[in-house]
C-alpha cells in the first residue's frame, strides 16, 4: 500500500506501507558520486520535480562480492547504478512528531555492506516508536584510500552528509533531530565512534551513540594508507594520483583492491604495509588528515563528545567468523600464531600468557581470541573507560550451533534489529534462535534511543560493569575475564 507523500529540502518522496510501518527507500542525500564529483566531498543532492518513488532500495556503492563462504555468511545484495549515496527511512507513520531517530551505519571491512541488507531493515524498530534510518557511503578506493589530489575520508564526509539530511529532514517523517542515536557494527562501529570523536555530537548531529563490534581503534597514517595505494596504483599500471584513478571504472579497481586487501588480511606485515594499516589488517580505513586529526581513542580520552551517551559493545568470541567456517583455524600452527599477532601489534606478553592460560586452545582458536580482544573487546573497554559517566557496556555472549561459529562477529544483527525470521540470519544463527533475546537486546537499543538508559548500570572504572546477552540468565557480570583484560593495560 502506498505511504503518504512527504516533503524534503530536494524533493517529494512516495514510499509503502506495510504493517502499519511506512517506508521510503532510496533516497538520495547526495549527488551521484561519478563524474567530476567522483573522488570529491559529498554534495547535495539535485532537486527534483513531481514525487519521487521511494518504494525500492536505491543502488549500493561498487563493492566486491564477499569472497566464499563469506558470501552465504553475510548476504551483500548489489544494486547498479551510481545515486549510490542514498538511505533508507522506516517510520511509524510521517504525521507522528517527536520520535527518537536511530541512524545505522553498516559494516563491511570499509568495503562491503550497504544500508540495503535484509537484516538491517529497519521496520521492527519503527513498529517500536523509533523512526530508522539506512545508509549507504563510499568504500575500498572510491571512499577511504588515501590519493594525492583528492580529500580523505570520503566515506566518513557521506557519512556526516547523511546526518545532515537527517538533521534538516527527519522531522518530516515524524522523527526528531534533536533526538538522534547513530550506531552501527564493525566498520560501522568503528565509524560511529570516530564519529563522536570529531565532535559532531557538539554540533548538534546526534546524541547518542551505539558502537557494535569497533571501539575507534582503527586509524590509518597517510604515510601506511600510501603504501596500500601504491601497491593498487602499481598493479593497476596507474600512477598513485586521484587523477589516475579517476580515468579507471571502478569496476577495474574492484578486482585488485579485493586482492590487496586480501593479503593485509592474511598476513598483517607492518614492514610492507605499515604498522597502522596492520594493527587492523584492513587495507582501506579512515586516515589521519585535515577533518580526522587524533586517533578516535585518544580524541575520546581528552574530552571529544563527552555529552554524548554512549552504548558500547563487541561479542565474545568475534574472530571465530574469519578462522572457523573458512578452515583457516585448522590449517593454523602455534608457529604462525606468533608472528600474525605481532604483526597486528598484540604484545610479546600477552601472546605467552594467552597461551599459558589458554592451554587447551588449538592454534586456530587461540588465535580467534587474541584477535578478538586485540580488534574488539579491549578497544571497546578502553573506550568506555575513556568517555566514562556516561557509558553503558554490553557482551553478546549466546553462542550459534552453526559453523562452529560460538558468539561471532555479526551474530547479534539479527537481535539487534529483532529480525530473525530475516534470510541473511539463518546461516549465522542457526534455525532456532532465541526470540527471547532478540526481545531483551533489540528492547534495549530501543530504550537507550528513546531515553539514554539501556536498562543496567552505567560502566565505570571501579566495577566494570558488563551486560552479557547469552540467552539463559543475561547476567550483569563485573569485568569479565578481566585478568586477560588487565594484560593489555596500556595508555591510549
Not at 189 to 217: D, K, N, P, W, Y
Not at 247 to 262: C, E, G, K, Y
Not at 345 to 355: F, I, K, M, Q, S
Amino acid at each position: 500500500m502506498e505511504a503518504a507523500v512527504v516533503q524534503t529540502a530536494y524533493g517529494k518522496v512516495r514510499g509503502k506501507t506495510d504493517r502499519g510501518v511506512a517506508a521510503y527507500l532510496g533516497i538520495p542525500y547526495a549527488a551521484p558520486p561519478f563524474g567530476a564529483d567522483r573522488f570529491r566531498p559529498p554534495r547535495p543532492p539535485e532537486p527534483w520535480d513531481g514525487v519521487r518513488d521511494a518504494t525500492e532500495y536505491g543502488p549500493t556503492a561498487p563493492k566486491p562480492p564477499y569472497p566464499r563462504p563469506m558470501d552465504r555468511l553475510i548476504p551483500d545484495p548489489d544494486r547498479p547504478g551510481e545515486d549510490c549515496l542514498n538511505l533508507n527511512v522506516w517510520t511509524p507513520g510521517p504525521g507522528a512528531s517527536g520520535l527518537p531517530v536511530m541512524v545505522w551505519i553498516h559494516g563491511g571491512a570499509f568495503r562491503n555492506g550497504s544500508g540495503s541488507v535484509p537484516v538491517y531493515n529497519g521496520a521492527n524498530f519503527a513498529r517500536d516508536g523509533v523512526v530508522c534510518v539506512t545508509i549507504n557511503y563510499r568504500l575500498g578506493v572510491e571512499g577511504f584510500a588515501h590519493l594525492p589530489g583528492a580529500p580523505d575520508n570520503r566515506g566518513l564526509r557521506d557519512q556526516i552528509a547523511a546526518l545532515e539530511w537527517v538533521r534538516d529532514n527527519i522531522a518530516a517523517f515524524g522523527g526528531d533531530p534533536g533526538n538522534v542515536t547513530i550506531f552501527g557494527e564493525s566498520a560501522g562501529g568503528m565509524s560511529v565512534t570516530t564519529l563522536l570523536s570529531l565532535g559532531l555530537a557538539e554540533e548538534g548531529l546526534f546524541r547518542r551513540v551505539i558502537a557494535q563490534s569497533g571501539a575507534g581503534a582503527v586509524h590509518q597514517t597517510p604515510e601506511d594508507a600510501m603504501l596500500v595505494t601504491r601497491e593498487v596504483a602499481a598493479r593497476l599500471g596507474v600512477a598513485p594520483t586521484a587523477e589516475a584513478f579517476a580515468a579507471l571504472d571502478p569496476a577495474t579497481i574492484i578486482p585488485v583492491q579485493a586482492a590487496v586487501a586480501a593479503e593485509v588480511a592474511a598476513l598483517p606485515d607492518p614492514g610492507r604495509w605499515g604498522v597502522t594499516t596492520a594493527a587492523c589488517s584492513m587495507a582501506m580505513v579512515p586516515v589521519l588528515d585535515d577533518l580526522f586529526t587524533r586517533p578516535a581513542q585518544r580524541a575520546i580520552a581528552d574530552g571529544a563528545g563527552a555529552g554524548a551517551d554512549l552504548l558500547i559493545g563487541y561479542t565474545a568470541e568475534e574472530f571465530r567468523l574469519f578462522l572457523m567456517p573458512t578452515g583457516l583455524a585448522g590449517l593454523l600452527t602455534f608457529d604462525l600464531v606468533g608472528p600474525i599477532a605481532a604483526g597486528m601489534g598484540v604484545p610479546a606478553g600477552v601472546l605467552e600468557t594467552y597461551r599459558e592460560r589458554h592451554a587447551d586452545l588449538t592454534a586456530g582458536e587461540l588465535l580467534a581470541l587474541l584477535v578478538t580482544d586485540h580488534m574488539f573487546r579491549v578497544p571497546a573497554h578502553r573506550a568506555a573507560a575513556a568517555h566514562a559517566g556516561n557509558t553503558w557496556m554490553y557482551e553478546f555472549a549466546w553462542r550459534s550451533p552453526n559453523h562452529d561459529l560460538g558468539a561471532c562477529h555479526a551474530l547479534e544483527l539479527g537481535f539487534t534489529f529483532d529480525n530473525l525470521g530475516s534470510p541473511d540470519t539463518a546461516e549465522l544463527a542457526g534455525p532456532n534462535p532465541p526470540r527471547e533475546l532478540a526481545g531483551a537486546m533489540h528492547g534495549a537499543w530501543v530504550a537507550f534511543a528513546r531515553d539514554g538508559d539501556p536498562g543496567w548500570e552505567r560502566y565505570d572504572t571501579a566495577t566494570r560493569t558488563v551486560q552479557v546477552f547469552d540467552g539463559e540468565k543475561n547476567p550483569l557480570v563485573d569485568d569479565p575475564r578481566g585478568e586477560d583484560r588487565a594484560l593489555w593495560e596500556v595508555p591510549v
